[in-house]
């Protein structure tokens, strides 16, 4: 029998380690309601109720009969619009909101620029308007608004700009959560700032609010996927926590102890691999030589005049 490689040996098992150390989930995180944060805008500046908490519905899945209008206004039903695979950031707003709509937007706009991930490539985005007073001539002036400023015309088919009727977007509302209230102080809606990362299949994965970048993005997504992460995600997720009341993910103590004594795990593996690798190669030289006869003397010969 072939005898083992210590190398591969140790190395296997310093690998296995280290995936174990950063599998180890951080703290369970919370999923309580996300409260809308105003991220620092002024307070006249936003309509009354923006106390309104989104109800989680994590895990639950929408309805995907529910029928809205594109751009060129055609229906379609979310079940055309999800594939069963790439993951979907929803946003819910109304393209005349003259305040967070539009930061909320910028926002996603932004973190959509910064990824290397496309929509309709690796994702899915869904802009739907909850007013029932706007039409598709407003979502196709916003989408190509919006695409021209993201640069990237091939984003055009997997970014959706929708609206609908009341009846419908109301379904899709409360599937995901997401309450609506109309101010007449400042004649426009109330609503939370909050993104909802949908899977394929259309369950309810994630809220990210206005802290969001591409960072929470990507990881949200990943998460979305249902367990698709990279290397760079997997240590992410270690370092980060899921902060329910900010709706962000959250740098954390713990994490980085964990990822740190994992670098520390491989570079004293690495150290201690290569000693025995080298004497055991020193072992099997040594061995090679005695086994190999090599100046070894016959001890054939004559005893007391008799051969032996």
């Not at 895990?59 to 009969?65: N, S």
């Not at 929509?119 to 029932?132: K, M």
Request: glycine share 12%; charged share 20%; net charge neutral.
């Amino acid at each position: 029998m072939k005898p083992s490689n210590p190398r591969v040996t140790i190395t296997a098992m310093l690998t296995a380690a280290l995936a174990l150390m950063l599998m180890l989930p951080p703290e369970a995180p919370g999923y309580g309601t996300q409260r809308q944060r105003n991220a620092g805008l002024p307070a006249d500046w936003l309509p009354d109720a923006m106390d309104l908490e989104v109800t989680d519905r994590l895990g639950e899945r929408i309805p995907l009969d529910i029928t809205l209008v594109d751009g060129a206004g055609r229906e379609v039903t979310l079940g055309r619009l999800l594939d069963g695979e790439r993951p979907v950031v929803l946003n819910l707003g109304y393209y005349q909101c003259p305040s967070l709509c539009t930061v909320m937007l910028n926002k996603l706009l932004d973190a959509v620029r910064d990824m290397a991930w496309t929509p309709g490539q690796e994702y899915t985005i869904l802009t739907v308007s909850f007013d029932p007073r706007e039409g598709p001539e407003l979502a196709r002036a916003k989408k190509q608004a919006y695409i021209n400023e993201l640069g990237r015309p091939e984003a055009a088919g997997g970014w959706h700009f929708l609206t609908g009727s009341e009846t419908e977007v109301d379904r899709l509302r409360e599937a995901v959560g997401f309450p609506i209230k109309w101010d007449d102080r400042l004649g426009e809606w109330a609503h939370p700032g909050v993104l909802v990362l949908l899977s394929g299949e259309g369950k309810v994965s994630r809220y990210l609010d206005l802290q969001v970048d591409a960072a929470a993005l990507r990881m949200g997504l990943n998460e979305a996927k249902r367990g698709n992460v990279g290397v760079l995600d997997l240590i992410f997720s270690v370092c980060f926590a899921w902060d329910p009341q900010r709706g962000a993910y959250t740098l954390q103590a713990v994490g980085l102890m964990k990822v740190g004594g994992a670098l520390t795990v491989v570079v004293l593996g690495g150290v201690i691999a290569t000693a025995l690798w080298r004497e055991h190669r020193r072992r099997r030289r040594a061995a090679g030589a005695v086994s190999g006869g090599a100046n070894v003397p016959s001890v054939s010969g004559v005893v007391d005049g008799g051969r032996y």
